[in-house]
């Protein structure tokens, strides 16, 4: 493996890499709320810090915001863990000036967005990519979401790109076709460093040779997501295929409405960041908070009323469950 595939310290990007919330106060980020989101994410064993995607909110940052959040992660992170840091816009001039930022600031590596709303075709995506990472000598981790973009970077396109550019060094697959993620690694190699943006295919995206997690649920439970990828490094397959279901019901919840507003609204419960989010997204409806909090008490996150009308959750995963709570990591 080159240079340009590795981290923190010679260390691969690998793990659960938690695409980190972007919390505000009174309206402006919140940069004491962060910081302490950081730690606390290092402190439960996160492998990574990702900042300014799209659970962090990046369209909803101005330029300088965004410069803002990278900075004070790379400040915060102190290299502990590597910092990921999101710098794709629908704008390449935009694009290729976040990325030199994040470069010069100390990041060690950029999520490169596919354009949104924009719907170029794959020879436009190929060129833009090629372009940025040529441009910088981070490595690069492409952001394929169809779902927000309206276009999927197809595996032929990101073979091309692998092939030309050595730090291009993986990507974060939220595209739900399974077959397209298991063709990425046939066709880019094995060696490339395959994320799930999906949270129900965190696991099986590990079991066909992913290199890790970029779970929003990491937000509310790190211990809990990196635990799964540590089960599954260390040969517990059964251990970290409990883990995979034992999250669902969360995983669920936590996608009622569009992301990042339940898990904001969650983190709040916790007190962890106020409840402040940027429109057009807010914060989940009446209905929907109530479904949050009932599954947040099922899995002894809520240590008030709500915990004692909650169902228990299944018997094999109440192992989990003792453990999360006894641990003291929420």
Known sequence: MNAARKGVAGKDFRGSIVPLVTPFREGQVDGQSLRSLIEWQ?????????????????TSLSFEERKQVIRLAVQTTAGRVPVIAGTGTNNYEETLELTQFAEHEGADAALLLVPYHIRPTQEGLFHYF???????????????IPGRTAVNLEVETLFRLRRECENIIGVKEANKDFEHVNRVLLRCGRDFLLFSGVELLCFPMLAIGGAGLISATANLVPHLVARMYNLFQQGDWSG???????????????????NPGPVKYALSLLGKIPPEIRPPLVLPGEENRVKIRHV??????????????????????????QAGREGGDL
């Open 42 to 58: 290092i402190a439960s064993g996160s492998h990574g810090i990702a900042v300014t995607g799209t659970t962090g909110e990046a």
């Open 130 to 144: 090629r372009m940025v990472a040529r441009a910088t000598d981070l490595p690069i981790l492409i952001y394929n």
């Open 240 to 258: 970290a295929l409990d883990l995979h279901y034992h999250l669902m019901p969360l995983n669920e919840v936590l996608f009622l409405e569009t």
């Open 296 to 321: 947040m008490a099922a899995y002894g996150l809520l240590h008030n009323a709500d915990a004692s009308a909650a169902e228990p959750l299944a018997p094999h995963t109440s192992p989990w469950s």
